[in-house]
C-alpha cells in the first residue's frame, strides 16, 4: 500500500479465511458471456482475468443457477452449475483469477418466479407458496407454487451440491443470492410467504430457515471454513408486507449464526424495476415524493444503502457491505466511519477494470468514469453480451489488446467527440504522432450538451470529457481547438493517416412552414447552445435555463427518439407544456429500457402528450399539422416547434477529403449516427488498426 489518501480502502480484508488484497469487491454481475453450451469459455475467461488483474479485492463472478433452466431468468447465456460436467471448465476460470492474486467467489441464485425475460420454458415455478397472478408484481413474473417440505429439503440440497461443485472447480466461496425477488426472497418476505409450517409465516426465525438451512448445509459439507457469503434484502418497498428494516437486520443475524463469513445488503423494491438497485436512478426523470425511507438520500443515491449496513452491523460480527453507486472517495470515507467493511461496485468496475490499480498509483484522474447511462443493463436485460458505453474493451479483452505500431504514422483527427478523442487515446498509446482538430473551443462534441440537457447525469457525462481530455494529454495528444481543419490544413499537415469523427449533420424538417421563426431547428438550438458555452459551463448553463429561456411556454417536439424525448423531459422541468411528435412507432429509441419504464409514466403524470407513426405535415399560423396513425388531421397548437428528428451521416465530408491522406477513415456519427457507446467503439476499433 503506497497511498495513505485510501489507507482503509486499500487494506487487506477477510472474509471467514480468505484474504483480499483491498477491500474493494466486485459484486457480481450477468454478462451473458457464458456459451450457450454452458461451459466457460474464452470471452468469459479473458472478462475475469482482465478484471481480476486491474487489482480488485475480490471477484464475486456472477449469478449463475445452482438449477437450469428452471434457475436462471436469462437463458441460455445465465452461468449455471448445475451439473458436474461443468466443474473443469470453472476451474479454468477461478485459474486465470487466481493468477492475478485474486480470490474469486461465486453468487448462486434461484430464479424462483422471476422470469423477466419470458424465456424460460413453461415451468412448475416453485416458491414458498402458491400465489395468483394478481398478486404478482407484474408480468415479469411467473405464477409460483408453494413446494412441499420435501420439495424444500430437496432444494437445499441443490443449493448445497451447487456449492460443492463451486468448491471443486476451485472457488474460494460462494455468495448465496436470498435477495432481489428470487426464490429464497419468496421465504423471506410476507409478501410471497403464506406457508403455516416451520418455513412459514409464524416467526422471522422460519421466515429465514430455508436460507439458513442452506448455510448449514453447505458448511457442513464443505466445512466450516469454506466462505458463505449471504446476500439478502434487508429492507423492501413499494408493498405493505415488505420486510422492514428490523426484520432484514434479524435475518442477517439468523444467517451470521448459522454460519454466514459476511452479509451483503440490498434495498429491494416490489416492483423490481424503480431503481433500488442502481439508486441513483431513483432520481429518473425526478425523485418520487417519498423516497424510500432507512435509507440515505444525501448523496443523490451514491450509498444509499450504507445505512441498511450500518443497522445489521449492530447484531453481527461478520464483515457487511453493499453496493450502489459507491467510488473509492466515498467508500474509504465510510471505511473510515465504520460504516462499511468492504465497498462493493459493479459499473464503476465495468467502466475501468483498472480502477484499483489507479487508486493505488494515486492516479484518480486516469480513472474512466462510468456515466450512470444503464446500457450495460439494458444489453443484459435483453439477454445480449454485456457492453460498456465507456469502456470498448469490455468483453472485447482478445480483440482489444493495445500493441505498439509496426510503423509508427503521423494521424490527424478531424472532430474532439468522443470517437475522437477515442481513436486519438488509443493511436496514442500504440506510439503514433497524433493530433487532434476541433473546430469549436471545447472537447466532448455534443457531450458536453448532452450533459446540459440530462440533469441526472451531468456530473457522469463531463467526468467522461474530463477524462478523455486528460488522457489525451497525457498521451501526447496535440490538442487545437477552435481550428476547423479543411484540405488546406491537410495538405499542410501531411498526415499519414486522416481520421474523420467531425460528428453527424443535422437533419432538416421539410414540410411547409419549417422555417417560421417559432420553429427551432436542431442545427440552430446547438448554434445558441454553443454561443452561450462560450461564457458559461454546462452545469451553470443547466441552472440558467431554468430562469430563461428563448421557447415559448407551450412546445411541440418534432422527432421523439432518444433526442426527442431528453428534450421533452429538459422542457418539462422547466415548465413547458409539451407534445412529442414522432414518425416512427416506438418512442425513445436509444434510452435503455429501464430508463424508459421510469420515464413514460413521468410523462403521464406531466400531461406530455405523444404521437406515434405521425406524419408531419406543414406548420401554420394555428400550429403544427399532422396525420395520426388513425389518419385523422390534426392541428396541434404551439409557441414552439422544437425540430429532434435523427441526425444524418456526414458523408460529404469523407467524398471531400478522400485521397488527401494515404489512409482516410469515417468514424462515429460521422459515418453512422449513434449514441456515446458506439461513437467509442468505432473511435478505439480504429485506434487499434492503424
Ligand atoms: C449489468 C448488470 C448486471 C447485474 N447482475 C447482477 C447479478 O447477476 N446478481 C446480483 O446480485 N446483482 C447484479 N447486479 C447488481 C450489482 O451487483 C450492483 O449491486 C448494482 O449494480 C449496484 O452497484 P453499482 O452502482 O456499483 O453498479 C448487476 C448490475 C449490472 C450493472
Ligand atoms: S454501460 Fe453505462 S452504466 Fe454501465 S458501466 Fe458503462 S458507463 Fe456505467
Not at 445489521?312 to 453493499?322: A, E, G, L, N, T
Not at 444489453?379 to 509496426?406: D, T, W
Not at 489525451?472 to 499542410?492: Q, S
Amino acid at each position: 500500500m503506497n497511498n495513505t489518501k485510501f489507507e482503509k480502502l486499500l487494506e487487506p480484508g477477510y472474509i471467514g479465511k480468505v484474504r483480499t488484497r483491498n477491500r474493494m469487491i466486485k459484486t457480481a454481475n450477468g454478462t451473458s458471456f457464458i456459451e450457450t453450451s454452458g461451459y466457460v469459455g474464452d470471452r468469459a475467461l479473458a472478462y475475469y482475468e482482465n478484471m481480476a488483474k486491474g487489482g480488485v479485492g475480490l471477484i464475486i463472478v456472477e449469478s449463475c443457477g445452482v438449477e437450469y433452466p428452471l434457475g436462471v431468468q436469462h437463458p441460455p447465456v445465465q452461468f449455471h452449475l448445475d451439473d458436474d460436467k461443468y466443474i473443469p471448465s470453472y476451474s479454468e476460470l477461478t485459474k486465470v483469477i487466481h493468477a492475478q492474486g485474486c480470490p474469486a467467489f461465486i453468487q448462486f441464485q434461484h430464479a424462483g418466479p422471476w422470469n423477466p425475460t419470458g424465456l424460460l420454458p413453461k415451468r412448475d415455478t416453485k416458491a414458498a407458496s402458491t400465489l395468483t397472478r394478481e398478486e404478482l408484481p407484474g408480468p415479469a413474473f411467473d405464477v409460483p407454487r408453494g413446494m412441499s417440505l420435501a420439495e424444500v429439503r430437496e432444494y437445499v440440497d441443490i443449493w448445497a451440491k451447487a456449492a460443492e461443485r463451486a468448491a471443486k472447480a476451485g472457488f474460494d466461496g460462494v455468495e448465496i443470492n436470498g435477495a432481489t425477488c428470487h426464490q429464497i426472497n419468496t421465504f423471506f418476505s410476507r409478501i410471497w410467504n403464506k406457508r403455516e409450517d416451520e418455513y412459514g409465516l409464524q416467526t422471522l426465525e422460519n421466515r429465514a430457515r430455508f436460507m439458513c438451512d442452506i448455510v448449514r448445509e453447505v458448511k457442513r459439507r464443505l466445512g466450516k471454513d469454506y466462505p458463505v457469503l449471504c446476500l439478502i434484502n434487508v429492507a423492501e418497498y413499494r408493498h405493505e408486507k415488505g420486510t422492514t428494516l428490523e426484520e432484514g437486520v434479524q435475518f442477517a443475524r439468523f444467517l451470521a449464526e448459522a454460519g454466514a463469513d459476511a452479509i451483503q445488503c440490498r434495498a429491494h423494491s416490489y416492483h423490481h424495476r424503480d431503481g433500488l438497485i442502481q439508486p441513483e436512478k431513483m432520481f429518473y426523470p425526478e425523485p418520487p415524493e417519498t423516497l424510500p425511507k432507512d435509507l440515505d438520500w444525501s448523496r443523490r443515491g451514491k450509498g444509499a444503502m450504507v445505512p441498511l449496513v450500518e443497522a445489521v452491523k449492530k447484531v453481527v460480527s461478520v464483515p457487511v457491505f453493499c453496493a450502489g453507486r459507491l467510488d473509492p472517495v466515498i467508500g474509504e470515507d465510510y471505511l473510515r466511519q465504520g460504516k462499511l467493511d468492504f465497498v462493493g461496485m459493479t459499473r464503476r468496475l465495468l467502466a475501468d477494470p483498472e480502477l484499483p490499480s489507479k487508486v493505488i498509483a494515486g492516479k484518480l484522474e486516469d480513472i474512466r468514469s462510468c456515466t450512470a447511462c444503464l446500457h450495460c443493463i439494458d444489453v443484459r436485460n435483453k439477454n445480449q453480451l454485456l457492453e460498456c458505453q465507456v469502456n470498448a474493451s469490455l468483453g472485447r479483452e482478445r480483440e482489444f489488446v493495445i500493441q505498439p505500431a509496426g510503423r509508427k504514422k503521423k494521424v490527424m483527427v478531424i472532430g474532439g467527440g468522443p470517437s475522437g478523442m477515442e481513436a486519438a487515446r488509443v493511436a496514442a498509446l500504440r506510439g503514433h504522432q497524433v493530433s487532434l482538430f476541433e473546430k469549436t473551443t471545447r472537447l466532448g462534441g455534443l457531450v458536453p450538451m448532452a450533459a446540459i440537457v440530462k440533469d441526472v447525469e451531468v456530473d457522469d457525462l463531463l467526468g467522461l470529457v474530463r477524462y478523455f481530455r486528460t488522457q489525451i494529454v497525457k498521451e501526447g495528444v496535440t490538442v487545437r481547438l477552435g481550428k476547423e481543419a479543411g484540405p488546406m490544413e491537410i495538405a499542410e499537415f501531411k498526415p499519414d493517416v486522416l481520421i474523420l469523427a467531425a460528428g453527424a449533420l443535422h437533419n432538416t424538417l421539410d414540410i411547409p412552414g419549417a422555417n417560421r421563426r417559432n420553429v427551432l431547428s436542431s442545427a440552430r438550438l446547438h448554434r445558441q447552445l454553443m454561443f452561450f458555452m462560450k461564457f458559461f459551463g454546462p452545469k451553470t448553463l443547466q441552472s440558467l435555463t431554468r430562469v430563461w429561456m428563448p421557447i415559448g411556454k407551450r412546445v411541440a417536439i418534432i422527432g421523439g427518439a432518444i433526442h426527442g424525448c431528453e428534450v421533452a423531459e429538459f422542457l418539462v422541468k422547466r415548465g413547458r407544456e409539451v407534445t412529442i411528435v414522432h414518425a416512427d412507432k416506438t418512442l425513445a429509441a436509444g434510452i435503455p429500457v429501464e430508463d424508459q419504464l421510469r420515464l413514460f409514466p413521468w410523462f403521464d403524470k406531466k400531461g406530455v402528450v405523444r404521437y406515434t407513426e405521425a406524419k408531419y405535415e406543414e406548420i401554420t399560423d394555428k400550429g403544427l399539422v399532422i396525420t395520426t396513425r388513425e389518419g385523422e388531421k390534426k392541428t396541434l397548437e404551439a409557441d414552439t416547434f422544437v425540430v429532434t428528428l435523427p441526425y444524418l451521416p456526414n458523408t460529404g465530408i469523407a467524398k471531400d477529403l478522400e485521397g488527401k491522406a494515404p489512409e482516410v477513415y469515417n468514424i462515429g456519427s460521422s459515418a453512422e449516427p449513434g449514441l456515446i457507446v458506439n461513437a467509442i467503439l468505432d473511435g478505439a476499433r480504429l485506434g487499434l488498426k492503424i
